[in-house]
């Protein structure tokens, strides 16, 4: 994961990997995010040698995922949960596609 962290150093902050999962938390200037998604995804294809869809969330996306929990909601336990975020590329550049 170090690896891909070093993509992300080149002009994001605070990089932090997550276990070996691929997920990526960073902070990132208002004026690179509409471009952000398609250059990771193509500087992973250079480095790595596969192209691989890149999904962008800001932290009030998060936050709101978390919020939504239908399972907090119904009174279940604040346990595991897991959320999938597919990329459907919608000319924001929040997505680079595979």
Do not use: H, W
Not at 13 to 30: L, P
Request: with cysteine; charged share 20%; aromatic share 8%.
């Amino acid at each position: 994961m170090a690896e891909l962290a070093k993509i992300f150093a080149a002009g994001c902050g605070d990089v932090k990997t997550y276990i070996q999962s691929g997920n990526v938390v960073f902070c990132a200037d208002d004026g690179i995010v509409d471009k952000l998604a398609g250059l990771i995804t193509q500087q992973i294809e250079e480095r790595f040698g596969c192209k691989v869809p890149v999904v962008l969330r800001t932290a009030a996306e998060l936050g709101e995922v978390v919020r939504s929990n239908p399972f907090l909601k119904a009174g279940g336990g604040g346990g595991f949960a897991a959320r999938l975020f597919s990329c459907r590329d919608t000319g924001d550049g929040r997505c680079g596609g595979a």
